[in-house]
Nanobody, 127 residues
Framework: QVQVVESGGRLVQAGGSLRLSCAIS????????VAWFRQGPGQEREFVAA????????YYADSTKGRFAISRDNGARTVYLQMNNLNPEDTAIYFC????????????????????WGQGTQVTVSS
């Protein structure tokens, strides 16, 4: 059974930084492509960043490119999202999602491509 658990969300001031963690148990971690999504109040869930199974590729939404960095530690079975220069528009519940893949391919950006999801962690950025 695959379980996905996010942590690290909290209240932070604009311009600050946070690092979110996504721990995945069950299955072969090195085969997972992993993505972060977020959902703001009254908004649809949107793609934030993704990392391929081999860490050879990292991908970002235009709104997070240059400010956020996704990485993974296969030994710790954890994916991280380093978020810098946060602004109030980044306020959302952040979700981690995983998909087991056979080949190293570009991770999808669509929510329905990912079968494993965490419960989310709240990030609030005050102005």
């Amino acid at each position: 059974q695959v379980q996905v658990v996010e942590s690290g969300g909290r209240l932070v001031q604009a311009g600050g930084s946070l690092r979110l963690s996504c721990a995945i148990s069950g299955g072969t971690f090195s085969r997972y492509a992993v993505a972060w999504f977020r959902q703001g109040p009254g908004q649809e869930r949107e793609f934030v960043a993704a990392i391929s199974r081999s860490s050879s590729g990292t991908y970002y939404a235009d709104s997070t490119k240059g400010r956020f960095a996704i990485s993974r530690d296969n030994g710790a079975r954890t994916v991280y999202l380093q978020m810098n220069n946060l602004n109030p528009e980044d306020t959302a519940i952040y979700f981690c999602a995983a998909k087991s893949v056979i080949l190293t391919v570009t991770p999808p950006r669509e929510t329905d491509e990912y079968p494993y999801w965490g419960q989310g962690t709240q990030v609030t950025v005050s102005s």
